[in-house]
């Protein structure tokens, strides 16, 4: 299994453009979001075709990363 470059939880607005932005500055990137249908949805529309991964749970996203680990975390607090 080819290990993602870096790591983002958090698939909100903001979260999927940062996503997608630092894929296309060249990072393959393994993404979480505690919804899984909120990824599963980006994957299959607005990451199609990038090197975007999905990942289903915390330890998933960190298994996928290589080391050292790059993990960006976006969520707002309401």
């Known amino acids: 299994m080819e290990k993602q ?4 939880i958090g698939l909100a607005v903001m979260g999927e453009n940062l ?5 296309r500055q060249g990072f393959s990137v393994a ?4 919804t899984a249908e909120k990824t599963d949805n980006f994957i299959s529309k607005r990451a199609k075709g990038k090197n975007i991964k999905a990942t289903y ?3 998933e996203l960190v298994d ?3 080391k050292p680990r790059k993990i960006l975390m976006y969520f707002l607090l309401f």
């Open 5 to 8: 470059q870096f790591g983002l």
């Open 19 to 23: 996503a997608l932005n630092v894929e």
């Open 31 to 34: 993404v979480y979001n505690r």
């Open 57 to 59: 749970s915390p330890a």
């Open 64 to 66: 996928s990363l290589e």
